[in-house]
């Protein structure tokens, strides 16, 4: 599978005391959906508009559909669709019409505003006004405008922003049914990991403009398995201790629980059958992952006080 998008040395300054991305590296495989994570302030933004090509580019390389971006601006801009902070509408007009007037600057065909209407779950609000509608409603209209020249890539930045529980698994649902039924590759920023990883496939985590991992979510998940650890609750802790450091080394005693690293099946049913053996009473054994807000602050090496991701 080629990149939709890939960029090598992405340096960007507000000025020259401050530089925002320190040699930004990004592999968007085509067809992803690509999770592009941090914190706020972490440079997400930055790098989206540069990929736009709404900050001019100060240096590195940027190559999307397999082309540099300077050189082929104009046809590269036409493939994609985006949604960057709040989706530019009308409020004085329905979506349909909010929809004829994109489609008169898109240039395309006049069936795309009933597609993407429908693609977006917004077919049925008739002849309400875009200032009556929901923010959710609003960021699905904002999505509908940036489908309707039918892109082969989609940009959007944090657009569950301000959308209650509810709201944030209908777009999650949407944003899939999109890259599925489309094909369309989706970059989506956010400092919601917790919702990010039940979308994504691809996942780059950005923290102080430096990239901090980039991988498919299953790498991730393996990084998040390393850290996962195991916890006995018995009847004789100290006892029980003991077999555990004998059995596999490393274990501690906390809150009165056997913590060991993470075991496999085989060497949790030998210890078990070891604390059976003992007359050691087992009342649970059970697995703990850390989740990948936690992982995300042992890559960033920040304190929960300073990371806004929770």
Same mark, same amino acid.
């Given at each position: 599978?080629?990149?939709?998008?890939?960029?090598?040395?992405?340096?960007?300054?507000?000025?020259k005391?401050e530089?925002?991305?320190?040699?930004?590296?990004?592999?968007?495989?085509?067809?992803?959906?690509?999770?592009?994570?941090?914190?706020?302030?972490?440079?997400?933004?930055?790098?989206?508009?540069?990929?736009?090509?709404?900050?001019?580019?100060?240096?590195?390389?940027?190559?999307?559909?397999?082309?540099?971006?300077?050189?082929?601006?104009?046809?590269?801009l036409?493939? #994609?669709?985006?949604?960057?902070?709040?989706?530019?509408?009308?409020?004085?007009?329905?979506?349909?019409?909010?929809?004829m #007037?994109?489609?008169?600057?898109?240039?395309?065909?006049?069936? !795309?505003?009933?597609?993407?209407?429908?693609?977006?779950?917004?077919?049925?609000?008739?002849?309400?006004?875009?200032?009556?509608?929901?923010?959710?409603?609003?960021?699905?209209?904002?999505? /509908?405008? /940036?489908?309707?020249?039918?892109?082969?890539?989609?940009i959007?930045?944090?657009?569950?922003?301000?959308?209650?529980?509810?709201?944030?698994?209908?777009? !999650?649902e949407?944003?899939?049914?999109?890259?599925?039924?489309?094909?369309?590759?989706?970059?989506?920023?956010?400092?919601?990991?917790?919702?990010?990883?039940?979308l994504?496939?691809?996942?780059?985590?950005?923290?102080?403009?430096?990239m901090?991992?980039?991988?498919?979510?299953?790498?991730?998940?393996r990084? !998040? !398995?390393?850290?996962?650890?195991?916890v006995?609750?018995?009847?004789?802790?100290?006892?029980?201790?003991?077999?555990?450091?004998?059995?596999?080394?490393?274990?501690?005693?906390?809150?009165?629980?056997?913590?060991?690293?993470?075991?496999?099946?085989?060497?949790?049913?030998?210890?078990?059958?070891?604390?059976?053996?003992?007359?050691?009473?087992?009342?649970?054994?059970?697995g703990?992952?850390?989740?990948?807000?936690?992982?995300?602050?042992?890559?960033? /090496?920040?304190?929960?006080?300073q990371?806004?991701?929770?």
């Amino acid at each position: 599978m080629g990149h939709c998008i890939h960029t090598t040395g992405l340096n960007y300054f507000f000025s020259k005391k401050e530089q925002v991305l320190h040699d930004i590296h990004l592999h968007v495989p085509e067809g992803s959906i690509y999770g592009f994570l941090g914190p706020n302030g972490a440079g997400k933004t930055t790098t989206l508009r540069l990929l736009l090509g709404l900050l001019r580019q100060q240096s590195g390389d940027i190559h999307i559909f397999g082309q540099p971006f300077e050189p082929n601006r104009q046809s590269i801009l036409g493939r #994609i669709g985006s949604l960057i902070e709040s989706p530019s509408l009308y409020s004085h007009l329905t979506a349909r019409e909010n929809l004829m #007037i994109w489609q008169k600057v898109y240039q395309c065909p006049k069936n !795309r505003i009933e597609a993407v209407l429908r693609l977006t779950g917004i077919a049925d609000t008739g002849e309400k006004k875009t200032g009556q509608f929901s923010l959710g409603m609003k960021q699905r209209l904002g999505i /509908a405008v /940036a489908l309707l020249h039918a892109p082969r890539l989609l940009i959007l930045d944090e657009p569950t922003n301000g959308l209650d529980p509810g709201g944030i698994v209908e777009m !999650r649902e949407l944003l899939r049914q999109i890259n599925q039924e489309s094909g369309i590759t989706i970059v989506i920023s956010s400092h919601l990991l917790s919702e990010i990883e039940k979308l994504v496939t691809d996942v780059g985590i950005i923290h102080r403009g430096k990239m901090q991992f980039e991988g498919p979510l299953d790498e991730l998940m393996r990084v !998040r !398995r390393s850290h996962s650890s195991l916890v006995i609750e018995t009847g004789a802790p100290d006892k029980a201790l003991a077999l555990a450091q004998q059995t596999c080394g490393e274990a501690r005693l906390i809150n009165g629980k056997i913590n060991l690293p993470h075991q496999d099946k085989t060497t949790i049913a030998a210890l078990n059958h070891q604390f059976v053996m003992a007359d050691i009473p087992v009342y649970q054994i059970t697995g703990k992952e850390d989740d990948l807000e936690s992982i995300f602050m042992q890559m960033t /090496a920040t304190t929960p006080t300073q990371n806004p991701l929770l």
